[in-house]
Antibody
Framework: EVQLVESGGGLVQPGGSLRLSCAAS????????MDWVRQAPGKGLEWVGR??????????EYAASVKGRFTVSRDDSKNSLYLQMNSLKTEDTAVYYC?????????WGQGTLVTVSS | DIVMTQSPDSLAVSLGERATINCKSS????????????LSWYQQKPGQPPKLLIY???IRESGVPDRFSGSGSGTDFTLTISSLQAEDVAVYYC?????????FGQGTKLEIK
């Protein structure tokens, strides 16, 4: 069974940094693209960014709203996905989900809440 | 970037009746080389992550009741619930995965009339 477990969320001040993690199990992590998606309280879903697999040179892509501030990375030896968030803004407050894609199908984690507030 | 627009924003349907949600993309999400539409539908209930219902526009995810169906191609898509059940109250989203940045519709809130 595919499992994705996010961690690392919490309260951070504007301008601060936070690193989220996503622990994966139940599939061959190194073979798959991994994404981050977020949802602000009471709002819709926003794709944040992705890391491709080794076969695709671990290429990363980002939404315009986070490019230059957020970094997606992975450690295939630990079956883990990361999201390094710098220069955080109040509008980054959201539940952050990690996702794994299986040729058109996608699985989601339960999410971790990040609150950016002074 | 591809913009996804859902209609309506909210919908109230009687139990046992049909519910229809539409999703329109600003450009085609049909990939010509494999004739697949890169479009998913999700159901989200309060406090839960989105649940995949439909992928490739019309393929029902394993375990999803057959009252849920997806149709459409190119830029226009529909999610249909053939006979609404109380447990179907939720917000429904479409998503294109044709090109990054992947994008979602704004959501449709489905309620019981």
């Amino acid at each position: 069974e595919v499992q994705l477990v996010e961690s690392g969320g919490g309260l951070v001040q504007p301008g601060g940094s936070l690193r989220l993690s996503c622990a994966a199990s139940g599939f061959t992590f190194s073979d798959h693209y991994m994404d981050w998606v977020r949802q602000a309280p009471g709002k819709g879903l926003e794709w944040v960014g992705r890391t491709k697999n080794k076969a695709n040179s671990y290429t990363t892509e980002y939404a315009a709203s986070v490019k230059g501030r957020f970094t997606v990375s992975r450690d295939d030896s630990k079956n883990s996905l990361y999201l390094q968030m710098n220069s955080l803004k109040t509008e980054d407050t959201a539940v952050y989900y990690c996702q794994v894609w299986f040729s058109g199908r996608v699985c989601w984690g339960q999410g971790t809440l990040v609150t950016v507030s002074s | 970037d591809i913009v996804m627009t859902q209609s309506p924003d909210s919908l109230a349907v009687s139990l046992g009746e049909r519910a229809t949600i539409n999703c329109k993309s600003s450009q085609s999400v049909l990939y010509s080389s494999n004739i697949k539409n890169y479009l998913s539908w999700y159901q989200q209930k309060p406090g839960q992550p989105p649940k995949l219902l439909i992928y490739w526009a019309s393929i029902r995810e394993s375990g999803v009741p057959d009252r849920f169906s997806g149709s459409g191609s190119g830029t226009d898509f529909t999610l249909t619930i053939s006979s609404l059940q109380a447990e179907d109250v939720a917000v429904y989203y479409c998503q294109q995965y044709y090109s990054t940045p992947y994008s979602f519709g704004q959501g449709t809130k489905l309620e019981i009339k």
